[in-house]
């Protein structure tokens, strides 16, 4: 109940990215907890989102948040680095209070810094990201809230997500664009021991990623910590568990067209996407 004594609205998780990319964290999520419903929203016409500009960021994200509220969602995932890094915290703090406080929305990038302790021996790790989410500095904010000891360098990777989006990413020529901008990070910090992937696309180029970094450093894809996340923050917060409906479903919704959707998602989810249906955002 709410507090003015009616019911809390019931329904699916909701999952947005800018893209396509946020498909390898709802995989994870389906994987750790493939009982509950999820509704993905991707907003592939107006991809990519790295360039754009924050408040840019903010509105196109906050009207994909408003969507998945109004398709009954009581919790959504930004399953985009750059969405969490520019538009998250704003979001949380000035209008969830307004739009529904009994609502939530969650991001990739404080889950993932909590894992950092685990992994790195060295105390330096090196993250791979867009020039948005680079910019933005979210990792270095939040891994040093939890861990100030830690080197944090990042490294901008702009033409990773068009080689991904493009099908090219097992081309030969997406070769020379991960060699360079892995050099590049082990050029800024030579101890580094630890590679964030902090872009839910990055995922589809782990090969060639590994290819190019000394075998001794760790890859650490997101998508597994933040299903396991996830996990523990409705383990803790019973009350939006049971607002999450468990029928093992999954919706998609795209701003593109659905035929180009379902060609694209496929090639992330590694089999046929079905349950896609075009909408637009304003």
Known sequence: MTKNGTLQEKGPIGVFDSGYGGLTILDKIRKQMPEYDYLYLGDNARTPYGPRSFEVVYEFTLQAVKKLFELGCPLVI??????SAKALR????????????TRRVLGVIRPTAECIDQLTK????????????IKSESYLMEIHKLFPDVTVTGEACPM???LVENNEYQSKGADYFVQKHINQLLEKDSDIDTLILGCTHYPLLIEKIRQFTPAHIRIVPQGEYVARSLQDYLRRHPEMDSRCTKNGTCRFLT???????EESASIFLRQDVMEVESITLE
């Open 160 to 162: 990773w997500v068009p």
């Open 122 to 133: 060295s105390r330096h790790i090196g993250i791979l990201a867009t020039s948005g989410t």
């Open 90 to 101: 704003t979001i949380q703090q000035t209008n969830l209070p307004v739009i529904d406080p």
């Open 255 to 261: 701003t593109e067209s659905t035929s180009k959707f």
């Open 78 to 83: 930004l399953a985009c680095n750059t969405a």
